[in-house]
């Protein structure tokens, strides 16, 4: 699967992905001191949405757009930072707009064109460092931050066969670095097996305190289809379960096909 992110920016899976990345970051707002967040699949952190790529998919039109129109409670502050930022804000630009003057965004992109486009979109910006780096590699380089606190956003292109593998290793390995960080993996769903695998490999990695959370439109039994989406995080904050559920909801509701096996779940891999 090619997941690159122009192609598919504002989809479901990005809707999924960045509504609860906001959530998990204004909960680690809730202390004052200052927090570090790494990107390590940064893109090029904004996407039109009415021209190139994203049109060639047309995906959007299935995600973002039937969020606009008066959304529900649990996604308005997700559908109003995207109005604010006006271009469709990958994760990089979210999370710039929700740092607080002490706070600091490192972001690592590997695609020679893309790394450029974000490096001049954050030029001249002292809270934001961009990296032209392996994104596993800088699991290991850029960790711990200093400042001992943060968020680790991972979201391979899950354009070779072993990505669940190297998602696995690189949260055993961020973790290793930085045991008391957040840590966010997006991932798609298209049919079980795979998605099992990477479940299981979590639970005996030996990392505490895990919760995943997955939306599907269909029943994921067509391994050609992008039929759902996940977020596994480690080390969630305080009321993540209870509040990601009504987010997948009301994400359900606006985008949900009405297809057998559509829903969603919120689960605990492993105990805190």
């Given at each position: ?16 992905k960045h ?26 952190g ?19 757009l ?31 707009a ?82 008391g960080?957040?840590?966010a ?44 989406a ?43």
């Amino acid at each position: 699967m090619n997941y690159r992110h122009a192609f598919h920016a504002g989809n479901f899976g990005d809707c999924v992905k960045h509504a609860l990345l906001i959530w998990l970051i204004r909960a680690l707002h809730r202390k004052p001191a200052p927090i570090a967040i790494l990107d390590t699949h940064a893109g090029i952190g904004r996407y039109d949405l009415t021209t190139g790529p994203a049109t060639r998919t047309g995906e959007a039109s299935r995600g973002i757009l039937r969020l606009m129109d008066d959304p529900p409670e649990a996604l308005s502050d997700y559908v109003t930072l995207v109005r604010d930022l006006g271009l469709y804000p990958g994760s990089p630009a979210i999370a710039r707009a929700l740092l607080r003057p002490r706070d600091r965004l490192m972001c690592c992109e590997l695609h020679p064109e893309d790394v450029v486009a974000l490096k001049h979109l954050f030029a001249g910006d002292g809270q934001v460092a961009v990296h032209r780096r392996d994104a596993w590699e800088a699991l290991g380089a850029l960790l711990p931050p200093a400042e001992r606190r943060g968020l680790v956003l991972i979201d391979p292109p899950f354009e070779a066969a072993d990505e669940f593998d190297k998602l696995a290793a690189g949260l055993r390995l961020g973790h290793s670095r930085f045991s008391g960080g957040v840590f966010a993996a997006w991932y798609p769903i298209k049919h079980r097996a795979p998605v099992r695998a990477f479940h299981i490999a979590m639970r005996e990695s030996g990392i505490r305190d895990i919760v995943v959370a997955e939306l599907f439109l269909r029943e994921p039994l067509d391994a050609a289809r992008l039929n759902g989406a996940g977020l596994l995080v480690v080390n969630p904050p305080y009321r993540f379960e209870a509040q990601a559920a009504p987010i997948l909801a009301a994400l359900l509701e606006r985008l949900g096909t009405r297809e057998p096996g559509e829903g969603f779940v919120v689960e605990r891999l492993a105990d805190e």
